[in-house]
């Protein structure tokens, strides 16, 4: 059989080349914000440690800007991942691996590339992300700690709670009238 005898079976590779490309750009977009969020990432670090509050904040506004994109490209990266399964013959939840391995070389050989660049950058965004959490919450705790110290030499009672802290209680304000 000819392709002219069954149109459908010549769109379907023409079909899976663009769903390809599409995927390949969708990784691409994503690969590209993975390495914004990374910078943003380092810089909230910089700020940590600088103390660079007004920086930290619009460090963190924008990485939620970035972390919103993210996740809208991931929902199409899902849809067209799906989608090009399907064309393929594959199951909808299909690994991107599965699906390189039906796609031609030169989309192959793409998309192989772009997916490994992309996890080896999402694995160095995680691993920067967790070292920067360590960070803020030990930052949290000495901060803390330091509100507790500030506290207990400012506290009157001197009143121990079951953690061995002492107690922060409500001030009591009270007056006494000396006229009456």
Known sequence: MNAAAHP???????????SAA???EILESS????????AQIRARREAIRTADFVRLEQL??????IAARLALLDQDRTAEVA???VRLALAPGAALTDIAARLGEQERARLDIVRSELRTLI??????SSILRQASDRLS???????QTVHSAMAHAK??????????GQNVVSSLDIRS
Do not use: C, D, F, K
């Open 60 to 65: 963190e506004n924008s990485e939620q800007v």
């Open 83 to 85: 989608a090009l399964a």
């Open 159 to 168: 009143v121990y709670s079951r953690g061995g802290r002492i107690a922060v």
């Open 31 to 38: 690969h590209a914000l993975y390495t914004q969020l990374l």
């Open 141 to 147: 705790s000495h901060m803390a700690g330091i509100l």
């Open 22 to 24: 599409r995927l390949i």
């Open 123 to 128: 694995e160095e965004t995680r691993r920067e």
């Open 8 to 18: 459908a079976s010549a769109q379907r590779p023409a079909q899976s080349r663009a």
